[in-house]
C-alpha cells in the first residue's frame, strides 16, 4: 500500500459543455469557484476540488488511454454524505434535478438516492441509518 495515496485532492470530470456544468455545479450543489477559463471551471467541494474540464483537452491528461463519449455509460459513482437524504432530494428536484433512483434504504444501512450532472455524471446522497 502506497501511504501518501490517502487523499483525494481534484477529480476532474470530462463536459461536454462547461457552461451548464459549471451552473449544475454552482447552482445546484452551491459551489464556489475558484477557477475558470475558457477550458476548464474549478470549484470547491469540502477539503477537494472538481475540475469541469472540456472533454477536447481531455486526451492529453490521460492518453494513450481513449477519452470515453458523453453518454456511453456510467463509468463512476461520487457518494457525499448527508443527514438527511430526503431532504436533499427535494431540494435537488426544486433546482429541476430529476432522481435516477431513490430515496431508498439500502442493506448496507445507508439511505440513498442517485441523480445526475449534465454530462451523465452520477452522485449519490447517502445517509447513515440509525443503528449503523
Same mark, same amino acid.
Given at each position: 500500500?502506497?501511504?501518501?495515496?490517502?487523499?483525494?485532492?481534484?477529480?476532474?470530470?470530462?463536459?461536454?459543455?462547461?457552461?451548464?456544468?459549471?451552473?449544475?455545479?454552482?447552482?445546484?450543489?452551491?459551489?464556489?469557484? =475558484?477557477?475558470? %477559463? %475558457?477550458?476548464?471551471?474549478?470549484?470547491?467541494?469540502?477539503?477537494?476540488?472538481?475540475?469541469?474540464?472540456?472533454?477536447?483537452?481531455?486526451?492529453?491528461? =490521460?492518453?494513450?488511454?481513449? =477519452?470515453?463519449?458523453?453518454?456511453?455509460?456510467?463509468?463512476?459513482?461520487?457518494?457525499?454524505?448527508?443527514?438527511?437524504? %430526503?431532504?436533499?432530494?427535494?431540494?435537488?428536484?426544486?433546482?429541476?434535478?430529476?432522481?435516477?433512483?431513490?430515496?431508498?434504504?439500502?442493506?448496507?444501512?445507508?439511505?440513498?438516492?442517485?441523480?445526475? %450532472?449534465?454530462?451523465?455524471?452520477?452522485?449519490?446522497?447517502?445517509?447513515?441509518?440509525?443503528?449503523?
Amino acid at each position: 500500500m502506497i501511504k501518501a495515496l490517502n487523499e483525494i485532492e481534484v477529480v476532474t470530470l470530462f463536459v461536454e459543455d462547461l457552461a451548464a456544468a459549471q451552473e449544475f455545479y454552482v447552482g445546484v450543489f452551491g459551489l464556489e469557484v =475558484v477557477y475558470h %477559463d %475558457d477550458e476548464s471551471a474549478v470549484v470547491r467541494l469540502g477539503p477537494m476540488m472538481l475540475n469541469l474540464l472540456r472533454r477536447e483537452q481531455a486526451p492529453e491528461l =490521460v492518453e494513450p488511454a481513449t =477519452v470515453a463519449g458523453a453518454r456511453s455509460g456510467v463509468r463512476a459513482l461520487f457518494t457525499i454524505r448527508v443527514a438527511n437524504v %430526503d431532504g436533499v432530494c427535494a431540494e435537488l428536484e426544486q433546482h429541476g434535478v430529476r432522481l435516477l433512483n431513490g430515496p431508498m434504504d439500502r442493506p448496507w444501512r445507508r439511505r440513498t438516492a442517485a441523480f445526475a %450532472d449534465p454530462d451523465g455524471n452520477v452522485w449519490e446522497v447517502a445517509q447513515i441509518l440509525e443503528g449503523s
